[in-house]
């Protein structure tokens, strides 16, 4: 699975039981590095992502993390220039705003994409 060469804003859910939170949250932070870099937890199943990899890729790769198919649930879509709404803590939306402006700035066009979004 090759990753891609533009930044991307990931929206993740996942389904797992409660006793595997825990190891997934190490897995993150091992992967990922600590929360508030590449990654943001929303909800408790519920995570952005800062990364290069496609929502398949990234799907792919979490699913190896964990030990390839453990038999649960994950959704990822990509947000970084979709609209969005909702309610969260305000480091959430923080965050979101500043990922999507930086993933956004570094894509084709980019200078249009800079002028017509507000910077964080």
Known sequence: ???GFERRVLLVTY???SAEHSYWNQLLRHEL??????????QRSIILVR????????TAKAC???GEDAGHHMLAIDVTNTEYGGRAKPEV????RAARFNARRQRPNSDEIAQTTEAP
Do not use: C, H, K, N
Request: aromatic share 20%; charged share 25%.
């Open 1 to 3: 699975m090759a990753d």
């Open 15 to 17: 389904d797992l039981p």
């Open 33 to 42: 590095g600590p929360q508030g870099g590449d990654w943001i937890r929303v």
């Open 51 to 58: 990364t290069y990899s496609s929502p398949a890729d990234f």
């Open 64 to 66: 190896a993390w964990r």
């Open 93 to 96: 939306w923080e965050w979101l």
